[in-house]
């Protein structure tokens, strides 16, 4: 099993910055990809950005170049930083990850983003 906790959502005005953190615990060694989902208000949750294990990345067309993955093996962390924050950003954040060869599926408990106009 593995446990996410994430962190570093805030208020921001429209054009600011946050960096949001994603520990993870457990039986980290047998991770996938880590993703990071956002969840808007009143809509469905949509996949915002993804990192495999050797480093690789993808995004949504619509935080492509402004939001930026990455991680650190050593600390079990991902980042998400993210620049030229717009008032469409404002969701709760979502870090994800399953368990090689299974089809377990594993959330932390959300980190609220509002950017304000």
């Known amino acids: 099993q593995v446990q996410l906790v994430e962190s570093g959502g805030g208020l921001v005005q429209a054009g600011g910055s946050l960096t949001l953190s994603c520990v993870a615990s457990?039986?980290?060694?047998?991770?996938?990809?880590i993703n990071w989902y956002r969840q808007p208000p009143g809509k469905q949750r949509e996949l915002v950005a993804a990192?495999?294990?050797?480093?690789?990345?993808n995004y949504a067309d619509s935080v492509a170049g402004r939001f930026t993955i990455s991680r650190d093996n050593a600390k079990s962390t991902v980042y998400l930083q993210m620049s030229s924050l717009k008032p469409e950003d404002t969701a709760v954040y979502y870090c994800?990850?399953?368990?090689?060869?299974?089809?377990?599926?594993?959330w932390g408990q959300g980190t609220q983003v509002t950017v304000s106009s």
């Open positions: 990192i495999s294990s050797g480093g690789s990345t």
């Open positions: 457990g039986d980290t060694g047998s991770m996938n990809a």
């Open positions: 994800n990850t399953g368990i090689r060869g299974t089809r377990a599926s594993y």
